[in-house]
């Protein structure tokens, strides 16, 4: 029963997904398969986060860190002539992964609070390391000429392609998360978190399974980045300000931790909501930070726990 | 000559002026049950935590199996066979019985950097699993979720845990404490099942479980060993009385 | 190598904005040691006291005046904001926390764009504290920084005095490790809570008050400086009012020196224009790197607390 359930859900997000283009491109309104591409993109993110926020119990708040570097990565290539995204995206998972290597090798040895505070630092470095390196625009950021070339097999300036694109990568991605959160290692994964004391008692050591599991999430972070610097053209720090990587912790939450579905809901529904609000009035922000205290007060389930289908388990 | 599993020699720990362990010597022999009682306060579970790696001694040395261990943390003697029950019961709570077991299987089989198989589908893993739950009588309850357990079946599971490691050695902290008369019953029994084949070190209130379950018992008070021997002789001991079992019994 | 009172004149820039840190770091590490509560909205009653006491001064004419009520006004805010929505939040985890006053942080910076405008304010210093001292021969430092030094170690003496020699301070030592038992004293301990949040929110004010006419007021200013008070907090040991202290002074001259030092000093080892792109990007990264130095060597900071 919970099965056919699942398997229901998971059929008619693949479907309207995928019809979306035809559908709004008989309306005549691309606007929304630019956003969705956009809700998509974050999704990965969301979902990359979510391995080791819901399942592994590690509250990373500088998340958007990696959104950057896989961003700068396409863009440096790029304003070096180098337009091939066989190099391009390669280097940005790669480099999201040495950077998550690094961050997690000093901040995973400290715990809870240090833990939010640590990872928050060293993305806010990375902003203003981004800030202050003029070559690359600075503050202002610099727009990629070029999008991504693949020998001519897809073109990513055509906006249904790359929304075509984005939507495979998004489902290999939260199918990978899926995969490895079910596999032995992701098991260790949420058992560490469920109870560290027993976990070291019956001879796992947390720490090199939760590095592991960041530096996995850096670089699935790291192809976000690289599709949101095509997807926008252009890049900035603002990419890797801390508020992003609020907005993509928001999305984990709200959508419901440790639930494969959780990710994509919640990039959809808070995305979805701030173009609305942000349609209506310009102080948009003086709305939704309430509701979201409201949601963290209130609403703790998340939507895939209150959807039918869209929980695991 | 050497039938010793565990040489502690003079462990020592502090809390600022509190001294919780004071120059420990501790012996335990392959095979034996050894009990370590003593009242409120004298310093079991600081001196449990020590050897299992949980707590860094201050001073003193720590052999088991002739090895030097004293240095490594407790995941590392986990390894090498330490298993330990916690005072508070101390299990994966949201997840099943069985997965709970198939952890500590896993745990021992191997790395696990392996990211794709799903281990709830691992024969490997759960086979033996269900075995040891058996084992402890929780076979029924597999599938049951940990924290939906009584409180003694999350004891009896601890212990499915701890022996599904096959450890050389096993720290029992207080596997008894806050279980009604049956539960209570059910455990010693289930423990008495393991003696001879099982090494266990039994830190216990209970004085019924210690004396029916231990071949050797030592009695710390105040962070120090005052009396080793066998069960009668720990009773007719007048030290011991008068420190502990005159208050008590 | 640049001149001496130059050097010197640095040194205490670092200290002004090292004890400025200090009173955001001493309120939220307070904060944290009492009731376990991460609040990342700290940053926004930084920002609420340099807004509202530049009205009080423009609308009172007196800078005094301004200034009590501005701090009134900050603590006022914080104890409302506790009672109406963080109270609930303690017995939750830090993950809730971070969500919830990561909400609150886009509400309060917005409504004062609402209010106030997104351009930045100009928040003139009084007459009476403009001009220079002589702080020794031929050194002259400007008054203001030089007030803002002195008020910041008084309010750090005044913290110490309360948090070790008082029965406030023992119940609010007492409170993070034993509710129950402060509760069994006949203290009230949500009273207790309130008025301690509301304390450190006017301790974040007092910074964002005295920053006013140093750097910017605009929204979001309190976020700038949060992430550099968490570098504070790492490097000092959370829950520790010493090491809060030592660690904003480090960070405070660390980065100060880095921003005026680095770029020519890198030019003497390097090509000018080397150092001109690289000095300013090092300088930026150094507190967190600072930071990374002392998480390898001490992952527990500087100064533990204990039990923590």
Redesign the interface.
Known sequence: MRAHAQLIFWAVLVAALALLPPVVGVLHEPFYVELVRRVMIFAIAAASLNLILGYGGLVSFGHAAYLGIGGYAVGILSFYGMNSGWLQWPVAIGASALVALAIGAVSIRASGMYFIMITLAFTQMLYYLGISIEEFGGDDGMRIKTRSQFSGLIDLADPVASYYLVLVLMFGTIYLVHRIARSRFGMVLRAAKSNEARSRAIGFSPYSYRLCAFTIAGALCGLAGALLANHTAYITPDFMHWTRSGEIMFMVILGGVASSAGPLLGALVLLVFETLLAGWTEHWQVILGPLLVLSVIFFRTGLAGIIPGAGDE | MNDMLLEVRGLSKSFGALRACDGIDFDVREGETHAVIGPNGAGKTTFISQL?G?LRPDQGSIRFAGQDVTPL????R??KGF??S?QIT??????TAL?NV???I???AGH?????????S?PA?RDPARQYLDGVGLGERANALAANLSHGEQRQLEVA??LA?KPRLLLLDEPVAGMGTEESQRMVTLLDSLKGRQTMILVEHDMDAVFSLADRISVLVYGRIIATGAPLDIRANTEVRQAYLGEDS | MPPLTLVFEQLLNGVQFGVMLFLMAAGLTLVFGIMNFVNLAHGSFYMIGAYLTLAAVQWSGNYIAGVVLGLAGTLLVGMLVEVVALRTLYARDHLDHVLATFGLILFFNELVAIIWGRTLLDFPRPEWLRGHVEIFAGSRYPFYRAVVILVGLAVGAGLWYVVTRTRLGMLIRAGASNRTMIAALGVNVRLLYTVVFGFGCALAGLAGLMAGPIYAVLPGMGEMILIQVFVVIVIGGLGSIRGAFVGALLVGIVDTLGRAFLRPLLATMISPTAADSAGPALASMLIYLLMALVLAVRPEGLFPSRGR
């Open positions: 299992s949980d943390r407790a995941p590392a986990a390894k298993a330990r916690f101390s299990i994966y709570r949201e997840f997965d198939a952890l500590a896993q745990a021992h696990s950097f392996r990211f794709w198989k799903p281990a709830r691992e893993l845990m701890a490691t």
